[in-house]
């Protein structure tokens, strides 16, 4: 992506600044290598977090490997610099209990006297497909194929030609459809499916796990998470799971050790 670009660039300029200005890229050794990452972490005067430490390191080998597998240089001077891999905590997921719970509320407010049917189609719709929050948010009522031969579809789309690859086709749930139609003929829909802020449907949300009782503030990533659990504890197959959440096959080995962490907590509690 565009920032992953710019990250490599602000680390590769941070190499520069370090090394004195007359030393020529083939003169460039692993002892130069190991002190500018030492002096990133202990004498910059800058925190360097544990995750950007290791990104500054896949940046300098990836460059340097880059250099000698073209011929620049005859010497790969970043092949025994130590590669420093971190991976972010766990996310926290719902319980299937409290899955449960938060689709009960969401229904009462479905039902109740001054119905609203937003957030049970909202939530429903998530815990169902693991989309993201700015997929939630671009999707329009033409993203939902009621009628598809194999039962009803939600089309993820990206108008950026760059992002093509994470578009995908979900099934949806029966019972989301009739949740749906009720939802459609609430709100008169027109170009977006969701017509509120982001921060008006995160406080839908936050009233479903309020009404639950629950102390975890639900979220669209909480959401994400748990669906792609719930897929992962049923069996489904794990390329399905990783197509699904439109994710690449890089990414897919973080969050699959993640999962299998994540069932066995649920398991033994």
């Known amino acids: 992506s565009p920032h992953t670009v710019k990250a490599f660039l602000g680390d590769l300029n941070l190499l520069i600044s370090f090394l004195p200005p007359d030393r020529s890229i083939g003169s460039i050794t692993t002892t130069d290598l190991n002190n ?3 002096w ?3 004498d910059r005067g ?3 977090s544990p995750k950007t430490l290791a990104r500054r390191i896949t940046s300098i080998k990836s460059f340097f490997r880059w250099l000698h597998s073209n011929g620049v240089i005859l010497v790969d001077p970043a092949e025994k610099v130590v590669q420093k891999s971190v991976i972010s905590p766990l996310p926290t997921v719902l319980t299937p ?5 938060i689709i009960d509320i969401a229904d009462r407010f479905r039902q109740g006297e001054n119905a609203d049917t937003r957030y049970y189609t909202l939530v429903t719709l998530l815990l169902a497909t693991g989309i993201k929050k700015g997929e939630c948010l671009n999707l329009s009522p033409n993203h939902v194929e009621l009628d598809a031969p194999n039962g ?3 089309f993820v789309r990206y108008a950026n030609p760059q992002h093509r690859y994470k578009e995908r086709k979900i099934s949806l749930p029966e019972d989301w459809v009739e949740a749906y139609q009720e939802y459609e003929k609430n709100y008169h829909l027109t170009d977006r499916l969701f017509p509120w802020s982001p921060r008006r449907l995160e406080y839908l949300l936050e009233d479903l796990s309020d009404g639950a009782g629950l102390e975890k503030h639900l979220s669209f990533d909480m959401c994400r998470w748990t669906c792609a659990l719930m897929d992962w504890r049923s069996g489904m197959d794990h390329n ?3 197509q699904k959440q439109g994710i690449s096959k890089v990414q897919w080995r973080e969050v699959k ?3 299998h962490k994540l069932e066995k907590q649920i398991t033994e509690n």
């Open 97 to 101: 209990q409290e899955v449960e719970a």
């Open 152 to 154: 009803p579809i939600l």
């Open 40 to 42: 990133m972490q202990n």
């Open 240 to 242: 399905k799971i990783r």
């Open 46 to 48: 800058v925190p360097c």
């Open 257 to 259: 050790m993640k999962l």
């Open 36 to 38: 500018f990452l030492e």
